[in-house]
């Protein structure tokens, strides 16, 4: 096993810096509390969704709904949340309960995620227009407080993103049924011979991905101030990416929270880079996709050389 893989934290966190040190290179002036809150303005609603997503790639599944399901969220959030808190709340835990619901009904019928989540993806985005037909609605004052806080040392985002990181290492590395979740991506069979109920070690992990899905729409909203039924339908492949380039994979559990908050800092600032510069809007996604591209290149060619193949 090389070095890389046992430390698959390392190159997320060398990405993040070059990227950090060209910023600032490129923008002296974003070296500052005031430039580094403008670089990672995004970043926490970004990093609830990875985080989301990587809960369901722990368990060997993918999920192609999370962006409107997030865009489903906001719209709540604005709608809801704000005119009738007590109802608005009760919307969202049903939310939360429904991915539960469809990670046990996957598991089931043994049904291939990628197809069941890419229809729920209709479901959602049906949703979220009947509640918001056009963008609109309002966040809540408080929630707008909390997003807009201005911690002493730090940016909120940064401070949210260090908070995010420690409690999912917390849950899914050190915790004993973050242990068995990520045995389910590893071997299921182990895990149900070892009495495990597998059904619902896939419900409850899909279940956290729906509470982190929906921290993720609140989070959004409470930074724009309004929803859009379309507002995060970009989350999906962000999220994607986010794990991907945090150290995580596709089979197997291999995951890492910590990773895929970095990859989501990673994949924000990006964005932020880019239109330093100057890079048409239409070219900062395939430009995105490329530094994605560069890193995993990178993993792949210092893994192959650790095994010596």
């Keep these: 096993m090389s070095f890389l893989s046992r430390h698959r934290i390392i190159l997320p966190v060398v990405s993040l810096a070059v990227l950090l040190a060209a910023t600032f290179y490129m923008q002296p002036r974003a070296m500052s509390y005031f430039g580094l809150n403008l670089l990672f303005n995004l970043a926490v609603p970004i990093a609830l969704a990875t985080i989301a997503q990587m809960l369901i790639i722990m368990v060997n599944d993918i999920d192609l709904s999370l962006g409107t399901f997030v865009s489903l969220a906001a719209c709540v959030t604005a709608t809801f949340v704000h005119d009738t808190p007590f109802l608005g709340l009760v919307i969202l835990l049903g939310l939360i309960l429904a991915y539960a619901l469809l990670g046990a009904v996957i598991h089931a019928l043994d049904l291939p995620a990628i197809v069941v989540t890419l229809g729920m993806s209709f479901v959602w985005g049906g949703l979220a227009l009947y509640i918001l037909p056009s963008p609109g609605g309002s966040s809540p004052d408080w929630l707008r407080s909390l997003m807009t806080v201005k911690p002493p040392l730090a940016p909120m985002a940064v401070v949210a993103?260090?908070?995010i990181a420690a409690v999912t290492h917390l849950l899914i590395i050190r915790s004993g049924i973050g242990t068995v979740l990520?045995?389910?991506g590893g071997n299921a069979?182990?895990?149900?011979?070892?009495?495990?109920?597998?059904?619902?070690?896939?419900?409850?992990?899909?279940?956290l991905a729906g509470l982190?899905?929906?921290?993720a729409g609140m989070a959004l909203v409470g930074l724009t101030t309004s929803a859009d039924a379309n507002i995060a339908l970009r989350y999906t492949l962000l999220s994607i990416a986010g794990v991907i380039l945090g150290g995580g994979e596709f089979t197997g559990g291999k995951?890492?929270?910590t990773g895929?908050?970095?990859g989501a800092l990673t994949l924000t600032l990006a964005a932020s880079f880019l239109s330093f510069m100057r890079l048409s809007p239409d070219w900062q996604i395939g430009a995105q996709g490329a530094i994605l591209i560069l890193v995993l290149t990178a993993r792949l060619i210092f893994s192959r050389k650790g095994t010596g193949a």
């Excluded at 982190?212 to 921290?215: A, T």
Aim: proline share 6%; aromatic share 8%; charged share 15%.
């Design 161 to 163: 993103a260090i908070i």
């Design 182 to 184: 990520r045995g389910v």
């Design 189 to 207: 069979r182990s895990v149900a011979r070892a009495g495990w109920p597998v059904i619902r070690l896939k419900a409850l992990a899909y279940g």
């Design 212 to 215: 982190f899905g929906v921290l």
């Design 255 to 257: 995951v890492s929270p």
């Design 260 to 262: 895929a908050v970095i």
